[in-house]
Nanobody, 124 residues
Framework: QVELVESGGGLVQAGGSLRLSCVAS????????MGWFRQAPGKEREFVAG????????IYADSVKGRFTISRDSAKNTVYLQMNSVKPEDTAVYYC?????????????????WGQGTQVTVSS
């Protein structure tokens, strides 16, 4: 049974920071890309950031570029999303996911395993 568990969400003021974590239950994903997505109320799930299997390559949505940083620690089976200079429009449930390839991608259809999500709320 594959399990992804996100943590680190919460309430933060605009301009503040949060670090999300996603722990995988197995080291099988050490050769897979990983991604973070988010879904705000009434909106579709959207791509936020992705990282390739060895952490050497990352991609970001334009809306978070320069503010968010994705990283991974394969020894801990963990991927992180450092969120800085957060804005109210960053409010959403954040999900981590495992890519079916060694690289991440912008489309959710590329990802085969998903976590349950962690709520991030940014107050103005």
């Amino acid at each position: 049974q594959v399990e992804l568990v996100e943590s680190g969400g919460g309430l933060v003021q605009a301009g503040g920071s949060l670090r999300l974590s996603c722990v995988a239950s197995t080291r099988t994903f050490s050769t897979n890309g990983m991604g973070w997505f988010r879904q705000a109320p009434g909106k579709e799930r959207e791509f936020v950031a992705g990282i390739n299997w060895n952490g050497g390559s990352t991609i970001y949505a334009d809306s978070v570029k320069g503010r968010f940083t994705i990283s991974r620690d394969s020894a801990k089976n963990t991927v992180y999303l450092q969120m800085n200079s957060v804005k109210p429009e960053d409010t959403a449930v954040y999900y981590c996911a495992v890519s079916s390839l060694a690289r991440p991608g912008y489309s959710s259809s590329l990802y085969r395993y998903w976590g349950q999500g962690t709520q991030v709320t940014v107050s103005s």
